[in-house]
């Protein structure tokens, strides 16, 4: 009878070994698949000309340090960094001189090194702050491959566009904010660049604040991220749904100080060169999440933040990608994110109701008599979304958020 029960668990011990040796099996096979991945990535990628991507590579940096990583494992992600560098430098036969080009090439592999240490720490060693972390690396870099895909295949489908429906609505409110934003630029070099620089980087924002409540340990759902990818998702198919690309595509040799006023225009679809990515403007809803997410952090992060708002806005009119109605309607549409993520659905269906009425008023041609009018239109909405937004930034943190919190903040401080 012994030796039955001892040939037993015998037995039941060789099955779960074997259990164990086939998952660990599979966990190289997944790693191996993640660092092929990214070595054509570093191979394919032209990261000195995609600054989309490379920011959105660069982010894993912040994610990989937001989990309190030790000297080692920051010595590792260096490491690979630099193989990846090389990879990609290798096949030049010239050496890149200009600054820009080489500092988005090393971000980008930092953030690849930052990427194969924590597929590594998660897919092997099984750490869950590390597997949280890779999830949240892979966000922006994915989207912003799928995103540009998608654009560019949906600007075939739009031959012509509204533009002349949103620049329309602009000018009856009697502004002219790209050509003032332009002359600031010209007697503010320093700005210009600050505002250029936000702008081509605001994919390194939302990686950059989930780091910063992780390593504050605010390991709370839903993240920026999390919202970032919902507003991208959702932004692209309401981008189509009012197809439009911008007053520089739509004047191109006359923005931003010889635009032809209103009277001279008759309002019609037209075509237009460009991305239809105008309204609503994600750059706008992608920094405006950023700026409520800085809220549960500290100071220097929330005036961080109101600067990268506040260069964002700015660069969003005064390139000519978007109108000024396009930074408006991002505003109820960033309610109808954030309640969406926050299971604020009261919130969510006014954000969203309001971000769609304002496309039905815009694709009807509605232009207000008086530019007060334009404007208590703008103040209402303003008013309504603010105060639907600020509850959810007062209310408790869900039950997934806390437990996901203390795993974190416990996990992470056994590596100091």
């Known amino acids: 009878m012994e030796r039955r029960d001892a040939l037993k668990g015998s037995a039941v011990s060789d099955d779960l070994s074997d259990v164990n040796s086939h998952e660990r099996g599979l966990r190289v096979l997944a790693l191996a698949a993640v660092v092929l991945a990214l070595v054509l990535s570093v191979v394919f990628g032209h990261f000195a000309t995609n600054s989309t991507l490379a920011c959105g590579l660069a982010g894993a940096v912040f994610l990989h340090l937001g989990i309190r990583p030790d000297f080692r494992q920051i010595q590792w992600a260096v490491m690979v960094g630099a193989g990846y560098a090389l990879l990609h430098f290798l096949p030049f036969t010239q050496f890149p001189t200009s600054p820009l080009p080489i500092a988005l090439t090393i971000a980008a592999c930092a ?116 919202s970032f990818l919902v507003a991208g998702l959702f932004g692209l198919v309401l981008n189509q749904c009012c197809p439009a690309a911008g007053p520089r595509y739509l004047f191109p040799g006359e923005f931003p100080d010889q635009m032809p006023a209103l009277g001279t225009l008759t309002v ?38 109101s600067f990268i708002v506040i260069f964002i806005l700015l660069s969003a009119v005064g390139s000519g990608d978007h109108y000024l109605v396009d930074l408006i309607v991002a505003v109820p549409f960033t309610l109808g994110v954030e309640g969406l993520c926050r299971r604020g659905y009261v919130a969510a269906g006014l954000g969203f109701g309001l971000t769609l009425a304002w496309f039905i008023l815009l694709r009807s041609g509605f232009r207000p008599h ?13 008013l309504v979304c603010v105060a639907c937004q600020i509850p959810l930034y007062r209310g408790m943190h869900t039950e997934e958020g806390l437990a996901l919190s203390s795993r974190l903040t416990a996990m992470t401080a056994e590596k100091r």
Request: aromatic share 14%; with cysteine; glycine share 8%.
């Open 370 to 382: 008086t530019p007060e009018i334009g404007w208590l239109l703008v103040a209402g909405t303003f």
């Open 268 to 305: 019609a679809m037209t075509a237009v060169a460009g991305v239809r990515s105008a309204i609503p403007s994600l750059q706008t809803t992608w920094a405006l999440l950023v700026w409520w997410s800085a809220w549960r952090l500290s100071w220097a992060a929330r005036l961080a933040a």
């Open 111 to 226: 953030g690849l090194g930052g990427i194969t240490v924590l597929a590594y720490q998660g897919l092997i060693l099984q750490s869950e702050p590390d597997i949280a972390a890779f999830q949240d690396a892979l966000i922006v870099p994915l989207f912003s491959i799928g995103a540009g895909a998608a654009l560019r295949a949906a600007q075939t489908f739009w031959p012509k566009t509204f533009d002349l429906y949103l620049y329309a609505f602009d000018a009856s409110l009697r502004v002219s904010p790209a050509a003032a934003v332009n002359r600031w630029w010209q007697a503010l070099p320093l700005l210009a660049i600050l505002c250029s620089g936000a702008y081509a980087g605001i994919l390194i924002f939302p990686a950059l604040y989930r780091a910063w409540a992780v390593h504050s340990g605010i390991g709370r759902e839903p993240s920026v991220l999390r």
